[in-house]
């Protein structure tokens, strides 16, 4: 079970960082990933790493803005936000992988519930 927290409102130019906590299984060995869904639109790729955790993977609408991080003894994934946009509004989701390609929602076998994010201008 994934457990997606600390969405919330910020203006433009604000920061958050978002948390995704695992139970029931040790996700160590899994790819995470972040995906996002604004109001009417199809869930697309935020950041994700590689299944063995040593390499990061960005949308290019968010590179140098967002960081992902793992701290392992906590089973926690982290998406760090800086310098959020209004068009970074959407409920945000973590997802665990065992296989599949770190880009497609498709490959993801585990999902959160999400949390929103509302960046205002």
């Known amino acids: 079970q994934l457990q997606a927290s600390g969405g919330g409102l910020v203006q433009a130019g604000g920061s958050l960082r978002l948390s995704c906590a695992a139970s029931?299984?040790?996700?160590?060995?899994?790819?995470m990933g972040w995906f996002r869904q604004a109001p009417g639109k199809e869930r697309r790729f935020v950041a994700a790493?590689?299944?063995?955790?040593?390499?990061?993977y960005y949308a290019d609408s968010v590179k140098g803005r967002f960081t992902i991080s793992r701290d392992n003894a906590k089973n926690t994934v982290y998406l760090q936000m800086n310098g959020l946009k209004p068009e970074d509004t959407a409920v945000y989701y973590c997802?665990?992988?065992?296989?599949?390609?770190?880009?497609?929602?498709?490959?993801?076998?585990?999902w959160g519930q999400g949390t929103l994010v509302t960046v205002s201008s």
């Open positions: 029931g299984r040790t996700f160590s060995a899994y790819g």
């Open positions: 997802a665990a992988r065992i296989g599949g390609t770190y880009f497609s929602s498709s490959g993801y076998d585990y």
């Open positions: 790493f590689s299944r063995s955790g040593s390499s990061t």
